[in-house]
Nanobody, 121 residues
Framework: QVQLVESGGGVVQAGGSLKLSCAASRKFFSINDMGWYRQAPGQQRELVASITSGGSTNYADSVKGRFTISTDNAKNTVYLQMNSLKPEDTAVYYC???????????????WGQGTQVTVSS
């Protein structure tokens, strides 16, 4: 199994920046993509940004130009740099990874425990 551990959340004023990190407890045999999702109180979880094994990225329209997703494969880590934060970015942010831990293992979605991001106005 794989555990994903997020860090970097906190409280920041509007216009500020935060960088989230998500470290996998072991290296994947193969990985399709990794991403960040968020869930605000009373709302559904939504995709914020994702990155494929080939480096292709996808962003929610609401964060384009402000957030950047990247990976460090040597450290089994995915990052989310968040700039120009807005109060509406306030949510619990979850890391996700889709991949295999071995050639014979099924493709599985893995989730982190979440990290709170609060943007004050």
């Amino acid at each position: 199994q794989v555990q994903l551990v997020e860090s970097g959340g906190g409280v920041v004023q509007a216009g500020g920046s935060l960088k989230l990190s998500c470290a996998a407890s072991r290296k994947f045999f193969s990985i399709n993509d990794m991403g960040w999702y968020r869930q605000a109180p009373g709302q559904q979880r939504e995709l914020v940004a994702s990155i494929t094994s080939g480096g292709s990225t996808n962003y929610a329209d609401s964060v384009k130009g402000r957030f950047t997703i990247s990976t460090d494969n040597a450290k089994n880590t995915v990052y989310l740099q968040m700039n120009s934060l807005k109060p509406e970015d306030t949510a619990v942010y979850y890391c996700n990874a889709e991949g295999k831990i071995a050639a014979w293992y099924r493709t599985t979605h893995y989730w982190g425990q979440g990290t709170q991001v609060t943007v004050s106005s």
